[in-house]
């Protein structure tokens, strides 16, 4: 086989986790090779990000580029609970206040490409089909289009799509009843930068995304069909795409393994309530990444590689998971019904144990 055909990751999905991992992996010397569907960057939501991602992005190596595109950069955020409002500042520092980062996806995953490829990353793009190729209960590359690419390790950043977890023959086990969550852009200006709004019907999200757009999200409990906008920007003229998603919350049953680590929405997904998937998206990648590293170069066992970042990974999703059913428990008691299957719950997804050969390598 030709050397070239040889990496030690191998990333699938070219969004904030996949650059994440592949940036991560080639700033410390591992070759990558990293798969998209798509040369350009797809629109979609998520540009609010929370302020902790700053220290990422510098370590990334693109906060230059993330703070030039950025035209609004919010200190705090109002929320209207009920009949409650109030102001939550997002905290401070010795060097100043915290402010999240309002910048396009588009362009954010441009910025995270244009990156991974001048740190010498390899991008393929493919619309034929991709399969994982498994010999003796691992996973020793990918199948692209017919080529084989051999690789130490596969990362999954898919996001919903799930491809790894698909292509095992595996399903993400639920925890929550179905959930929609609607967006849509609105052209004009709004007083609060940041609202999140929530009462027993669900909860909606509006937030200044560019000096001239407004982004609005919102989940109604049992709700499948688009509503209409908030009413707090309904004198706004629409623009730009609109959607939906399916956001029930759902992990992948086994996010790391012999040879493979699956990051980002691809791993779990929280309904956006949860406000830091493009920071858990970032945080996964690096953290998939590092852990590849560790056994590559004979630091860690590749079991306890992927016992660790499962760990980590579902303590993340049980913590949020939790917060969330507090949140909404004071919202309306029977939210959770109808659920999904009366015979998946949380328990499906126990906090796995704490003790872990590699918290040294925790990010």
């Given amino acids: 086989m030709a050397k070239d055909h040889v990496f030690d990751l191998a990333v699938v999905g070219a969004g904030p986790a996949g650059c994440a991992a592949a940036i991560w992996a080639a700033e410390r010397g591992l070759s990558v090779l990293l798969v998209d569907r798509s040369k350009s960057p797809r629109v979609r939501p998520g540009e609010c990000l929370h302020p902790g991602i700053e220290a990422l992005f510098r370590d990334l190596g693109v906060l230059d580029q993330v703070l030039a595109k950025c035209q609004v950069r919010p200190l705090a955020r109002t929320v209207f609970v009920g009949e409650e409002r109030r102001v939550e500042y997002f905290g401070s520092d010795a060097e100043g206040p915290w402010r999240a980062f309002h910048l396009a996806r588009a362009e954010l995953d441009d910025i995270l490409r244009d990156r991974a490829e001048h740190l010498g990353v390899t991008l393929r793009i493919h619309r034929s089909r991709l399969e994982p190729v498994v010999s003796g209960g691992r996973i020793k590359g990918i199948d692209l289009g017919g080529q084989m690419l051999r690789c130490a390790f596969v990362i999954d950043a898919t996001g919903q799509s799930a491809w790894l977890t698909r292509a095992l023959g595996r399903r993400p086990v639920a925890a929550s009843p179905r959930m929609t969550a609607f967006f849509g852009y609105r052209c004009g200006r709004m007083f609060d930068e940041q609202m999140f709004l929530a009462d027993a019907a669900g909860w909606q999200w509006v937030a200044q995304v560019s000096q001239d757009v407004v982004n609005w999200t919102s989940m109604h409990f049992g709700v499948h069909k688009a509503p209409h906008p908030p009413d707090v920007i309904s004198s706004l003229s629409p623009c730009g795409i609109s959607g939906g998603a399916d956001v029930t919350w ?22 956006p309530a949860s406000g830091n998937g493009v920071l858990r998206a970032v945080m996964s990648g690096i953290k998939a990444a590092s852990n590849a590293r560790a056994a590559i170069a004979g630091q860690a066992l590749e079991t306890a590689a992927a016992r660790d970042y499962e760990v980590w990974l579902r303590r993340w999703f049980v913590a949020d998971v939790d917060r969330l059913v507090s949140m909404y428990d004071s919202l309306r008691e029977d939210w959770q019904t109808p659920c999904v299957d009366s015979r998946v719950g949380r328990q499906s997804l126990p906090l796995l144990p704490s003790r872990s050969p590699l918290t040294s390598l925790a990010y």
């Fill in 250 to 271: 759902r992990m992948a049953p086994h996010v790391a393994g012999p040879s493979y680590f699956i990051v980002g929405d691809a791993a779990l997904v929280t309904d």
